[in-house]
Nanobody, 116 residues
Framework: QVQLVEPGGGLVQAGGSLRLSCAFSVLTFSSYVMSWYRQSPGKERELVATITSAFGSTSYADSVKGRFTVSRDNVKNTVTLQMNSLIPDDTGVYYC?????????WGQGTQVTVSA
């Protein structure tokens, strides 16, 4: 059974940091494009960061550029989102997403709350 597990959320003050990790239990992890999405209260789910499968190229939403870093470990089958200089607008449920050949999988989500 394919699973994405995302420990690592929590409560942090503005200006602080959090590190989210996602473990994807699949044999061909390195072939998947991995992304982080978030859904803030009253808003639609939005793409935060993506890291490709082949060369590990990254892309970010404008709102998090320079503050968030996405990385992957193709040996441990994990993708990580390092979040620095957090602001209250970063509050939301963060979801890990794995995508390949038109199929995608979602994690259950982890809550991140940034207090002012």
């Amino acid at each position: 059974q394919v699973q994405l597990v995302e420990p690592g959320g929590g409560l942090v003050q503005a200006g602080g940091s959090l590190r989210l990790s996602c473990a994807f239990s699949v044999l061909t992890f390195s072939s998947y494009v991995m992304s982080w999405y978030r859904q803030s209260p009253g808003k639609e789910r939005e793409l935060v960061a993506t890291i490709t499968s082949a060369f590990g190229s990254t892309s970010y939403a404008d709102s998090v550029k320079g503050r968030f870093t996405v990385s992957r470990d193709n040996v441990k089958n994990t993708v990580t989102l390092q979040m620095n200089s957090l602001i209250p607008d970063d509050t939301g449920v963060y979801y890990c997403n794995a995508r390949r050949n038109g199929r995608q999988y979602w994690g259950q989500g982890t809550q991140v709350t940034v207090s002012a």
